[in-house]
């Protein structure tokens, strides 16, 4: 029964391109084809998601999609070209690379032979500037050059026109087949700031044609900062990317269950769990697949923060002892809270804080509260209550008591403001949830608890490299 550290490599089988599909993006396909199929452009469409939201992976998909529907699509993969000094010649060169065996290989080829002049021109001009300054040039030189590079501006301008006539036919080839020409352009916001603004320049300039669409797989956030990092901090970020985006679709949000549950089958969780032999049971396995996508929504991870959290789990269980408790609700907590803030993580694990700063920090999440009033949220906030340090515990337990029972508190300022504040119904629910944590029989949750599961996901944390 092995666990997986890392779920096997995506497929996106040729018949079926949404037969691995585990959060039903299919949808979102279908009405993008829609869309594509009746619009004959010049059209640029951006998919935008977060990191890690699955963006890749749905346009793999979907370009499979579009291809099986016969059209006539270019996959460029932006982030992998960026080594390249000029963006142009990486674009055209997946242009040819994907349609040098199709049936539009002449069109294709007379585009790369068009295009091979602007590029001559280009390097010349960028290992002319690469060496100014360090070669000494008379006037008679400094001449030369500045006449050269006139000349060489009205060649670029006309060789640019002949090379956007020639998209134009090529992009007439294609649509005789009654679709447009789709390029994919992912991973731009992973680029250089200046590879990725050039990019989206030229794409603008060169390919504004009738009959190609472009679709744009970005983070807006992220590319965001490269705008502002080449054009200033006071660049209007949305003004700018409306001259170039004509349609924004943003990437729906993952089910986190659903995903997290196919993880576990990936990572052979769930396998381990109904096989070992050391006690795991199947109260602590359910529990488990119940509260971490709850948490997983109320932090609003990433598929990959997801991934990364699951990763660390699998590690933690391989290591737990014989007939020990896997805490489900204390477990999850502490690897999310060590993923969003470290800081805080070693300041409860430690016993230097109290559950107290730990239930402050997830109320400041977007939709804290409401995750807070759910019974897995009240019974986390009661296993991180239990684990709290007992010279801080024991006291706010009893005033809780108290004021459970309708008699005077002794010792009001054990009591958080916050549960002071609640209304009698909340409270009850809260000190009950609270009250049977702490005096569970044959689970009990002490500082010891929480000294070994934190030992377990350091050891975790270092096995495991984050956003590799």
Wanted: charged share 25%.
């Amino acid at each position: 029964m092995p666990i997986q550290l890392k779920p096997s490599e995506f497929v996106v089988p040729t018949d079926k391109p949404f037969a691995n599909d585990k959060l039903e993006r299919n949808k979102c396909a279908d009405s993008l084809t829609n869309l594509v199929q009746n619009v004959p452009g010049p059209l640029v469409i951006s998919i935008n998601g977060g990191w890690g939201t699955g963006k890749t992976v749905f346009l793999r998909m979907w370009k499979q999609h579009l291809q099986n529907s016969s059209f006539t699509t270019i996959y460029f993969n932006a982030w992998q070209d960026d080594y390249c000094h000029d963006p142009l010649i990486a674009l055209i060169g997946q242009i040819w690379n994907e349609l040098k065996s199709s049936d539009f290989k002449e069109i294709a080829k007379s585009v790369k032979e068009c295009a091979a002049p602007v590029f001559r021109t280009t390097i010349f001009n960028a290992v002319r500037t690469a060496t100014a300054g360090r070669v000494d040039l008379n006037e008679a030189q400094l001449k030369s050059i500045s006449e050269k590079a006139v000349d060489d501006y009205v060649t670029a301008g006309e060789k640019l026109k002949d090379l956007r006539n020639r998209l134009g036919e090529l992009a007439q080839k294609v649509c005789q087949k009654g679709k447009p020409l789709i390029i994919i352009i992912d991973e731009l916001d992973r680029c250089r700031p200046t590879f990725a603004i050039e990019l989206l320049e030229k794409v603008k300039h060169l390919f504004d044609t009738p009959g190609i669409l472009f679709v744009l797989g970005i983070d807006r956030e992220q590319l965001g900062h490269s705008i502002k990092c080449v054009y200033g901090q006071e660049m209007n970020v949305n003004g700018y990317l409306r001259r170039f985006i004509d349609i924004e679709f943003i990437l729906p949000e993952a089910n986190p269950g659903v995903f997290v549950s196919h993880l576990f089958a990936q990572l052979g969780l769930h396998e381990y769990f109904e096989k070992h032999p050391r006690g795991i049971t199947i109260n602590d396995k359910t529990e488990l697949e119940i509260v971490f996508p709850k948490l997983c929504a109320c932090f609003q991870l990433s598929l990959r923060d997801v991934e990364h959290c699951c990763r660390l789990f699998a590690l933690v269980y391989m290591n737990i002892e014989a007939n020990d408790f896997i805490y489900p609700y204390l477990s999850t907590t502490l690897v999310i809270l060590k993923l969003f803030n470290n800081k805080l993580y070693h300041h409860y694990v430690s016993g230097h804080c109290n559950s107290e700063e730990v239930i402050k920090f997830i109320l400041d999440q977007p939709r804290g509260e409401a995750f807070l009033n759910t019974r897995e949220g009240t019974l986390i906030e009661a296993h991180l209550f239990a684990a709290s340090p007992k010279n801080w515990r024991d006291p706010a337990l009893y005033q809780m008591r108290q004021r459970f029972e309708k008699r005077e508190l002794i010792q009001p300022e054990f009591l958080p403001e916050r549960i002071k504040k609640m209304r009698n119904d909340e409270f009850e629910r809260l000190f009950k949830a609270y009250f049977g944590v702490v005096n569970q029989s044959g689970n009990s949750i002490s500082n010891f608890t929480l000294s070994s599961l934190s030992k377990k996901i350091e050891l975790a944390s270092l096995m495991i490299d984050y956003r590799e």
